[in-house]
């Protein structure tokens, strides 16, 4: 599995995910979000896969919330 903001792999019956953006805290954006999701949903029919870990890149933070650099590109209805 390879993905852009975010490194997987599966030990031991343990899937890791590990959010890939320490430049931004782990800040969630769209990209990270659709690929964590993509990833949820190929790890729940992995019949050996007993427990998810999600874990954050870099010693500051496990992921500081929301992207607010794509907030600017969103409007109100």
């Given at each position: 599995?390879?993905?852009?903001?975010?490194?997987?792999?599966?030990?031991?019956?343990?899937?890791?995910?590990?959010?890939?953006?320490?430049?931004?805290?782990?800040?969630?954006?769209?990209?990270?979000?659709?690929?964590?999701?993509?990833?949820?949903?190929?790890?729940?029919?992995?019949e050996?896969?007993?427990?998810?870990?999600?874990?954050?890149?870099?010693?500051?933070?496990?992921?500081?919330?929301?992207?607010?650099?794509?907030?600017?590109?969103?409007?109100?209805?």
């Amino acid at each position: 599995m390879g993905y852009e903001n975010l490194d997987v792999y599966v030990e031991d019956n343990i899937a890791f995910i590990k959010i890939n953006r320490p430049e931004v805290r782990n800040a969630l954006n769209k990209e990270t979000l659709d690929e964590l999701l993509e990833v949820l949903d190929l790890l729940e029919g992995e019949e050996p896969v007993k427990c998810v870990v999600i874990t954050g890149e870099g010693e500051k933070s496990f992921a500081a919330g929301a992207d607010i650099s794509q907030l600017e590109h969103k409007t109100m209805h």
